[in-house]
């Protein structure tokens, strides 16, 4: 979860604010792969997981610090309605990077992903062959949905998933 937070600071502020999902809707939506109304809803989305997940509740002027978010997910991990909608925007996040309209994110496509994010190549094959469980070199919607939700909702360390966000600090 320390991972994720790092992650999401995309400016290394050592904070995470909606500045920083700013960042991150805009460098999805460079990609040219999500449609207006796409757009919309990825970017309300991240609203939700800003305000309900992160923390922020309505505030956009928030700084959330790693022990914040490490608490507030705990509230959301023991939060029936809010477990249920964790990672929401994991099908634009999809959507936004599937470049060929494939249906599946090849390995190629998930370096994209994690280029968005920050993070190198070399972690994106780290990750891609730690998740690509029955080896084909492909994740479906449905796989990659399931395991960004994982990487939230399972504590232990070595379920699949625990790298889809990047490499553990
Ligand atoms: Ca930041
Ligand atoms: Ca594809």
Redesign the pocket.
């Known amino acids: 979860m320390r991972t994720h937070h790092q992650v999401i600071?995309?400016?290394?502020?050592?904070?995470?604010?909606w500045?920083?999902f700013e960042v991150l809707i805009a460098r999805f939506t460079e990609l040219g792969h999500l449609s207006p109304k796409e757009i919309n809803k990825f970017t309300d989305a991240l609203r939700h997981v800003w305000e309900e997940e992160w923390g922020a509740s309505g505030d956009p002027y928030v700084f959330i610090g790693q022990e914040q978010f490490l608490a507030q997910m705990e509230h959301v991990v023991n939060t029936k309605s809010l477990r249920k909608r964790v990672a929401s925007p994991l099908p634009y996040f999809f959507s936004a990077v599937d470049r060929d309209g494939s249906g599946e994110i090849s390995i190629e496509e998930f370096k994209v992903f994690y280029s968005c994010l920050g993070l190198s190549e070399q972690a994106a094959e780290e990750s891609f062959a730690s998740i690509d469980l029955n080896k084909d070199g492909k994740l479906s919607k449905k796989e990659f949905i399931k395991l960004g939700r994982n990487f939230f909702l399972s504590e232990k360390e070595h379920k699949p998933g625990k790298l889809f966000w990047g490499p553990l600090v």
């Open positions: 600071d995309l400016n290394k502020d050592g904070v995470v604010s500045d920083d």
